[in-house]
């Protein structure tokens, strides 16, 4: 994949701290996730999308599951309760960018409006509202997010052995 610079201009989602789960792990995830949206921003409005938006779909959707298998994890260890929704919210968008993958590689039709658009709505509802309910429920019920912190961040790093993809390289 080719490098990209970003200016202000070409920023179609801009990380804000209000949304913020205060889960250190989480947020840098998350603004890993709009990071992935912004560069398929940058090929679209470049016209590069059609040669970078395979690499870009693969990659989005690699990191997008093992955040997910991460944020499972440990709601599962805090036994959160809204637990089995937010793991659907999970499967639901995984099944949603493999119809897109495969309206795009197997149909060969343009996908690059319809995933920026889906994306930018769903992370922004999906943080705004379920995971700021887990977040704000795990600090409720005393569960320690330092704790937390230190189990996501060895997860993170075993799932990144184990998948031998380290994201940031890409970018």
Known sequence: MSEFAMSDEEIFFKWSPDY???INTIDNQHQELICILNHLFIAVSRR???KEIAVILDDLVAYTKTHFALEEKLMQQANYEGFEAHKLEHRKLIERLDQLSKKFLIDEKPIHFELLSFLKLWLKEHIQDSDKKYSSAL???GFSIAAWEREATAVFMEMVEKTGRWWRKIW
């Open 48 to 50: 590069q999308a059609d």
């Open 139 to 141: 600090r409720n019920s």
């Open 20 to 22: 913020s789960v205060d």
